[in-house]
Structures are given as C-alpha cells and as structure tokens.
C-alpha cells in the first residue's frame, strides 16, 4: 500500500480521480498519528528549534526524493505568494504555541485548540470551496471535537474555570495554536482553490528549515539534552513521517475531498496515543476510549453530511 501512495505522489497524473486522491490524502493521518510521538522525542534529545531544524532538514529531502521541485513558472501567483507562506506560518505558530506554553495541563490545552483545525477545513470548504452539505454536519463537528478534548483531558477531565484561568495567565500560547489552526486549514482551502497539479511541499519544507535554523541560531528554544539513539532514529522516522503526511494531504486537497479528508484528520489524536503507547510506553485511560467513540461518532455523522454533496458534484462533472 505505501509503495502505491509513493508511485501516487510521485508520479500522479491530471486523471488522477476523486477516490483515489483521498485515499492517498487519508495516509496524512496516520504518519501524523506518529510523528507526534517522533517530535517529542526530537524535541527531547535536540530541543524545540535545533530539534526541528534537523527534523525539516530530513523531511526536505526526503520530499524532494518523493515529489521533486513544482514548476514555479506553471503554479497560481496567489498559491505561491499567499499559499505556501501560510503553511509556513502554521508550522512556526504550531511549534510556538507548544514552546511558550507552560506546564503539562496548558499544553494539552493547546493541543485541543490546535485541533479545531479539522472542523476549521471542513467550514472552510463550504464557505470558501462551494462543497455541498447537510445540516447535521455542525451536530457532527461538535462531537468529533468533544471526543478530541476527552481524549486529550484524560481522566482527570477538562475544567472550563482552569482553563479560563490558564488562559488569562498566558493568552499568547492559546493564540499561537489557534493561529496554526487557521492558517492550516486555510493553506487546505488554498491548495484545493489555486493548487492545482502542483504540490509545493518541498518548497514549503525548504523554507521551514530555513525558520527554525534561523531560530536556533539566535538561541530560540529550550536547551537540548544529550542527544541519544531515540532522539536520532526520531529524527529519521519523523522526518520521513511529517514529509509522507504534507506531501499526501497536499495532494489530497488539491484533488481529493476535502470534508471526507477533514471528517478523517479527527483520528489523528486517536492514532498519536495508540502509537504513544508502542513508542514512548503512553498508558491509555478510560477517558481516550470514549473520546474514540465520540470521534468516531462525530467522523461518520460529517462524512454522511458531505459525502452524498460530493458524489452529487463529481457526477454533474462527469456527466458529458
């Protein structure tokens, strides 16, 4: 299956259909699932810039082996001068949010914002991108992100009052993850809008590791720990991850659908925990098991509110 998603990627043709461009966007997810894990383990054996520069500096060549340098001359001016630089401004707000958040309740806070950008693709594709759906999308969404707060609250649960006060303590980091929110899910509207055929995540990765090198130079970012075989292997497996996921889920945007690809990006938490208890030896509580339910739950009630759209769409484009 993955040789077939890279022979895809790399050499996907204009007859490339809607199934399978989302099913080649639908493995964004699971090398996000593990490339959380991976990070952490980069960003413990390296730390938060050093870690990430290296991280992108394997994710670029590892993209570039995969789907080459795009065509500047062929691409879209506003993809290339808007689209791309708001990938990279998610990626720069995602690790921020992380470093400037403090203690282990405000990061998973942020985590839980940073994750509104699911629901975010999905609004965005019907206010922006002209996708047909149903009322019970909302209900749909609703779900699927209460069941990505009981994940990440765990069992102690989620208290608005704590989180109210955490917020007012430290607003900056709850801003940068909503931020990252945004900008992904509107990168995601671009790319399917003005992306076309071309697939600009070499450039993008290039320019990240551009960022972050820029940052650890000028000493950004916590003091890395001796660096260790799992922090090494980490930043291997982890750039080859963050590499396969951006790679896929651009050309999933730009062909595929965008709601069945969003409604699938709610599993991502989902898969980081399963993958979480392999990699760094994660318990999972009673808490993630009914936040499953509820994703789940919420994933299958968004995709019937935009599949039967969608399936109406592509026929009136095939219809001669």
């Known amino acids: 299956m993955v040789k077939n998603i890279l022979w895809c990627v790399m050499f996907s043709s204009r007859n490339l259909s809607t199934r399978q461009a989302t099913l080649i966007g639908l493995f964004a997810p699971v090398c996000w699932g593990m490339s959380v894990s991976l990070v952490r383990g980069i960003?413990?054996?390296?730390?938060?810039?050093?870690?990430?520069?290296?991280?992108?500096?394997?994710?670029?060549?590892?993209?570039?082996?995969?789907?080459?340098?795009p065509n500047i001359k062929k691409m879209d001016r506003r993809y290339l001068w808007i689209g791309i630089p708001t990938a990279n401004l998610s990626s720069l707000?995602?690790?921020?949010a992380i470093f400037t958040s403090s203690g282990g309740a405000q990061t998973m806070e942020v985590g839980m914002v940073n994750y509104l950008w699911p629901s975010l693709t999905i609004l965005f594709a019907v206010l922006f991108n002209k996708v047909?759906?149903?009322?019970w999308l909302y209900p749909g969404l609703l779900v699927a992100i209460s069941g990505i707060v009981l994940i990440l609250s765990g069992d102690k649960g989620f208290s608005l009052i704590e989180f109210a006060g955490r917020f007012?303590?430290?607003p900056i980091s709850y801003i940068f993850a909503l931020m990252a929110a945004v900008t992904w899910a509107g990168y995601s509207s671009m790319t399917r809008a003005w992306g076309g055929t071309s697939n600009p995540t070499t450039i993008i990765f290039a320019i990240d590791t551009v960022i972050f090198g820029i940052l650890w130079l000028c000493g950004i970012g916590s003091e890395p720990v001796t660096a260790s075989a799992n922090g090494l292997l980490s930043v291997v497996l982890g750039g080859f991850a963050v590499g396969m996921a951006y790679a896929a889920w651009t050309l999933g945007m730009s062909r595929g659908s965008i709601t069945v690809l969003a409604a699938a990006s709610y599993f991502?938490?989902?898969?980081?925990?399963?993958f979480a208890t392999f990699w760094i030896n994660a318990q999972l509580d009673s808490g993630f098991w009914s936040g499953v339910a509820l994703v789940v739950a919420g994933s299958l009630l968004c995709w019937d509110a935009?599949?039967?759209g969608m399936k109406a769409?592509?026929?009136?484009?095939e219809t001669p």
């Not at 769409?313 to 484009?317: N, V």
């Open 43 to 69: 960003a413990e054996g390296f730390g938060m810039a050093q870690g990430q520069f290296f991280l992108y500096c394997v994710a670029t060549a590892c993209v570039f082996l995969i789907v080459r340098l």
């Open 93 to 96: 707000s995602f690790c921020l």
């Open 132 to 135: 047909r759906t149903r009322w």
């Open 168 to 170: 007012a303590q430290n």
């Open 268 to 274: 991502t938490p989902v898969l980081s925990c399963v």
């Open 306 to 308: 935009t599949g039967r």
């Open 313 to 317: 769409k592509s026929s009136k484009k």
